[in-house]
């Protein structure tokens, strides 16, 4: 009989090490319908995936970014999806990378402003939401309303979950404090995805999953 419990804690303690971590859910309201779905497991950039600037290629299952120096600008591309409340999952990590931003442009007409609606933006040392600038305005200036300090090894799979609701943005990784930021612009209708990655050309962002989900 003692022998019997000691395997049945030895096994429960074994599955619970063994499990994968839970998926990161939402907090500023339920999931609704899934918009969106990509894995990257084929062998060609999926179906409108679209590239601006930069190298943007798909292998070994992971979609691969990278700046291009002749661009002389950050890679840049996008994945068109009308939304407005959302919860986007992104799993990535740094190949090299010095920065990663996922964010949204406004719906053309949602406002008066030109240029970006907001970013996450990440670091190998820090991660943060800003609200962009108005490129129509020169005294306009990008806003990081909130900030922290963070680790992002090179190698290392991490899960973003992004979620936009309302004029409150919420973003979660594992093992780290929320970001929370509000502003008065980031209830507009989007577009699309925004992505960009910068470096070197040989440095990478990779990128395994993407999921979207109504937010309600």
Request: no cysteine.
């Amino acid at each position: 009989m003692k022998t019997a419990s000691l395997l049945l804690v030895f096994v429960s303690a074994f599955t619970a090490f063994s499990s994968p971590p839970a998926e990161l859910e939402p907090k500023l309201g339920k999931k609704g319908a899934l918009l969106l779905e990509e894995t990257f497991d084929g062998k060609e950039l999926p179906k409108n995936w679209n590239k601006n600037t930069g190298k943007l290629t798909v292998a070994d299952g992971v979609l691969k970014a990278s700046e291009v120096a002749a661009d002389m600008h950050a890679a840049a591309f996008r994945r068109p999806l009308p939304l407005q409340d959302a919860a986007i999952l992104v799993k990535f990590r740094f190949e090299g990378a010095k920065m990663f931003h996922v964010g949204f442009d406004p719906s053309p007409g949602e406002l008066k402003k030109k240029g970006h609606l907001f970013s996450v933006i990440l670091t190998a040392t820090g991660w943060n939401i800003t609200e962009h600038n108005d490129k129509a305005d020169p005294k306009s200036t990008n806003k990081a309303l909130a900030k922290a300090p963070a680790t992002f090894e090179k190698g290392r799979w991490h899960e973003l979950l992004l979620e936009v609701k309302g004029d409150d943005v919420l973003v979660q990784i594992a093992g780290m404090e929320p970001l929370r930021a509000t502003s008065k612009d980031f209830h507009v209708k989007k577009p699309g995805l925004v992505f960009r990655t910068g470096g070197k050309d040989t440095d990478e962002v990779q990128i395994d999953e993407v999921r979207v989900w109504e937010l309600k």
